[in-house]
């Protein structure tokens, strides 16, 4: 059914292309477009682009979420802060923008080890180091830090509690623009490599009726405390042979 296609940018990278925001813009008004999805990665959960759309003169629409809900979502730090604020649980740890080394290690020892040090605007598996010993901290914070800064241009990080064997379930969410939120069922992603998953599997097996309903009712939960609009996936931690979970992170696309 897309039987038209227009030419963005000067060249097949990237940079020259997908994400050149003002072209796609300019695109979507000379074709007369009425929305816009970016795809799944490139602009997708840039909050700079949603605004753009937010603020755009003509009746322009972004297929997602509103832009405060990326930001929050796109930061570890501010999500938990949220997430803890809204009832929904979440890992132990430190959340916190004082970020001074000799803090992160008190907090890391008040924690406990193992630890886990996840860099705030990460995903894919980069920016996370785990710690086994205390002696090892320093080491594991600079070498996070490095990626953190390489990958996202931001050395800031969180620090949590490990998990030493967590299931990794995630849950579909909607919402609409009226406040309404649903959740569509769980899938298991715990088989994973390099924290990549390889396997998804719904639904996921082993959960009792009653855990799969509280888990839904609090991704509903998560959705709504961010005025979530459109499709998103909430992702938990599940402690093994448990019916304990802890909110993860939330995949805003």
Known sequence: MADEAVCIGTGPEVKNSYLLMDDVLDIAKSTGAQAIHPGYGFLSENADFVKKLENHDGNLKFIGPKSRAIEIMGSKSESKILMDAAGVPVVPGYNGSDQSELLLFEEACNIGF?????AVSGGGGKGMRIVLKKEDFYDALQSCKREATNSFGDSAVIIERYLAAPRHVEVQVFGDEHGNAVYLHERDCSVQRRHQKVLEEAPAPGLSQS???RMG???VRAARAVDYVGAGTVEFL?????EDFFFCEMNTR
């Open 114 to 118: 193992p630890c886990l040090i996840k």
């Open 217 to 219: 009712e609090v991704a």
């Open 238 to 242: 599940l402690e093994d042979g448990t």
């Open 211 to 213: 855990l799969r309903e």
